[in-house]
């Protein structure tokens, strides 16, 4: 602290010319020798200096007095204080949003949790649904307090002949797949992963692909939601079906989603065709393409003419496919293991490039350590793309299994991701308007030179009646694009992750240029809330043009009026103006 002061009382290097010749008298009474006095003026003025400067030395030595023993003590680096026990941290996979609470509550059945909710209700506090916590937004998360329903986890009920299943909302994905197995159903279809419990699959309008078939939020027949204010309440297309609808993708505002009836398929085994092609040949290819596949997905992979074609379809739609790959998976991984041990020699030792672990790795652990090298740098991110580019075309090939193994993805690691939506066409008119989105934002790329990792994914969906869809829509035959960017966070240093993170949201921020065109908007899992006011106001205005904010936010108020299962992300994505109480 006597540091400090001084060098208040001091010009710093580099000061202005004004701030030095404020402090001249003091520097030269300080610094300089005496000279002869001429007056008793001066005697006065240069002692008034000296008393000055004892004063604050005095001052300072009294306010902050150092120990008897603190010549002999070392320097001691600051330690953070260690979390309460009570204290959960809680995370998004990728851990990009995180929140610390000393509420999270984990019921194990229906009345604990409508108990758990009425008692929040009476008290007025927060208790937000937590789901698996997956969302790449952390749109379940809150400090203020949460509910898990992991301990929920039971099938209730199989109905082979109705090919219906009612679950506990706390099931998994996966689990809930193994249970049908034995029955001869399975899913309509699947996201990229199997981790996410149904409550949460659901409540936020998650999809699979293909050009017939609807985001997951259509396969639910009824639904019980445990509501703050009116407790428990069965919805269905009979019972209530205006909430029922709202309800199906709502976000977890509502109400917590206790158990779910779906409806099933039989279980059934599906041809994967994995092809390379390019821009030309796609747009050449796309309507009989979207339309003749049950299945179809587009990897995009930028710096490169490479998409990468994935195609499923039940095996009668084929004639006996070569179901191996004309490379073997060794020799396809051969050119991104020799990059990495090239980069290696660049970027570390000629040591490391040797190791031997490097040949057990997988393709996207091999991106993961291949980016983690220099993840900002475009023409390292782009050498990486050409490899994966190289990969896809010794992938190419046939492989048979049944759908929830087939449909599954590999998104590789910790990553930043946004992924929006749009309307484009019919199957039997598409207006091709989802090939030109692409174009535009690959295009954008290379203008703006972002170090855009591979892929970018599109997929299809049918509509969905869910108002709160963003694949709502009253068209039957309506199709819908989802497009998702991504940067991995392949690093678990702070200060790479941040700036990764600000380089994710400026690349974002160009796709986002293109969203008003094509009435594209984010999936409501991957959506990001603006810290900046106004862009925050473009948004809400936004979301209204779309959503039916109204109605949501009305029965968000007859169902929870204290905003119990709200959190900070949904308050600002849809404000609720509090009724003005007139005095009586």
């Not at 983690?372 to 990969?391: R, T």
């Not at 959506?527 to 109204?550: M, N, S």
């Amino acid at each position: 602290m006597r540091h400090l002061l001084l060098s208040r009382l001091l010009p710093r290097r580099g000061s202005s010319s004004s701030h030095a010749a404020h402090h001249l008298p003091l520097l030269r009474a300080l610094s300089s020798a005496p000279s002869p006095v001429s007056s008793d003026a001066d005697l006065r003025r240069y002692a008034g200096y000296a008393l000055l400067l004892l004063g604050c030395g005095a001052a300072t030595y009294y306010s902050f007095p150092f120990p008897a023993d603190a010549l002999h003590k070392k320097a001691v680096p600051f330690k953070y204080a260690p979390l309460p026990e009570d204290l959960h941290a809680v995370s998004n996979w990728s851990a990009t949003h995180e929140v610390h609470t000393r509420v999270l509550l984990q019921p194990d059945s229906l009345p604990a949790l409508e108990d758990a909710l009425a008692t929040a209700h009476r008290e007025r506090r927060k208790l937000r649904p937590l789901g698996s916590g997956l969302s790449p937004n952390g749109i379940g998360l809150s400090r203020a307090g949460m509910v898990s329903l992991a301990l929920m986890d039971k099938v209730l009920d199989i109905d082979v002949k109705k090919k219906t299943v009612t679950v506990q909302a706390g099931i998994r994905v996966a689990e809930l797949v193994d249970a049908l197995r034995e029955h001869g159903l399975t899913l309509q279809n699947f996201a990229s992963i199997r981790e996410q419990q149904v409550g949460g699959f659901i409540q936020v309008g998650a999809h699979g692909t293909g050009a017939r078939l609807p985001p997951v939020d259509e396969q639910v027949i009824s639904m019980k939601l445990v509501t703050p204010a009116k407790g428990t309440i069965e919805l269905s297309k009979e019972k209530d079906p205006e909430l029922f609808y709202l309800a199906r993708c709502g976000l977890g505002g509502l109400g917590a989603v206790a158990e779910v009836t779906l409806q099933c398929v039989e279980r059934h085994q599906l041809v994967e065709h994995t092809f390379v092609s390019n821009a030309d040949e796609v747009r050449k290819n796309h309507k009989k393409w979207l339309s003749e596949n049950k299945h179809i997905k587009y990897l995009w992979i930028p710096y490169t003419d490479t998409v990468v074609v994935v195609q499923c379809n039940p095996p009668s739609k084929w004639r006996t496919p070569k179901l191996t790959s004309k490379y073997g998976k060794d020799e396809a991984l051969q050119h991104v293991r020799n990059l990495y041990r090239e980069s290696l020699k660049r970027y570390r030792t000629e040591t490391e490039s040797n190791d031997p672990e490097i040949d057990t790795l997988s393709f996207t652990e091999l991106r993961d350590k291949l980016l983690a090298l220099d993840p900002l740098d475009k023409d390292h991110v782009m050498k990486v793309n050409k490899a994966e580019a190289e990969y896809w075309k010794k992938s190419e090939g046939y492989r048979m299994g049944w759908s929830d193994e087939i449909l599954g993805f590999d998104c590789g690691g910790q990553q930043w991701v946004s992924e929006n939506c749009f309307p484009t066409g019919t199957v039997a008119k598409p207006s091709m308007k989802d090939l030109d989105y692409i174009e535009k934002l690959l295009q954008l790329i290379e203008k703006e030179d972002i170090p855009a990792p591979a892929p970018i994914e599109q997929r299809w969906t049918a509509h969905s009646k869910s108002p709160m869809s963003p694949a709502s829509s009253s068209g039957e035959d309506d199709v819908f694009s989802w497009v998702g960017i991504i940067m991995y966070l392949p690093t678990s240093d702070a200060r790479q992750r941040k700036e990764i993170t600000e380089e994710f949201f400026n690349y974002r921020s160009l796709a986002q240029s293109l969203w008003d065109d094509y009435s594209a908007y984010e999936h409501w899992a991957k959506i990001e809330v603006p810290k900046d006011k106004d862009e925050l106001a473009e948004l809400q205005a936004r979301l209204r043009k779309r959503f039916p904010v109204d109605a949501y936010n009305k029965a968000r108020m007859e169902l929870d009026p204290n905003k119990v299962l709200s959190n900070a992300k949904l308050e600002k994505l849809f404000p609720v103006l509090e009724p003005v109480h007139q005095a009586k």
